[in-house]
């Protein structure tokens, strides 16, 4: 039973930065998922891929492990620096590409 302590990446549907400040603990599978033969549902009887607990910094969550004997890995995230583009940069005068259309 090894656990997974890493920061979440932000979504790619949306631009904003909303749940990737915490530090999350998965558990990786111990068993691999099962296609049930009748529907064709995927199923595992591993019960700790469901468990997902949210802690406020790496540090909190590598103690949580200790105190509890849980072995872990901890996956550092890589900040990536966003440019700030405004809607009116597209229209600007000294634009940098052309345009397509």
């Given amino acids: 039973m090894t656990a ?14 909303a749940k990737t400040k915490e530090w999350v603990l998965d558990y990786e599978p111990e068993q691999p998922p099962t ?15 469901q468990l ?10 590598i103690a949580y492990c200790e105190r509890e004997g849980i072995a872990y890995l901890v996956f550092d995230s890589q900040q ?3 440019a700030r583009i ?6 600007a005068a000294n634009r940098r590409g ?3 259309h």
Avoid: C, H
């Avoid at 997902?52 to 909190?60: A, G, H, V």
């Avoid at 405004?86 to 229209?91: A, I, P």
């Fill in 35 to 49: 296609v049930e033969p009748l529907m064709g549902w995927t199923s595992s009887g591993d019960m700790k891929q």
């Fill in 80 to 82: 990536v620096k966003r």
């Fill in 98 to 100: 052309a345009w397509t």
């Fill in 4 to 17: 997974r302590i890493y920061k979440p990446a932000r979504t790619a549907m949306q631009s904003g930065t």
């Fill in 86 to 91: 405004s809607y009116s940069d597209n229209f």
């Fill in 52 to 61: 997902r607990l949210f802690f406020d910094s790496k540090e909190d969550a």
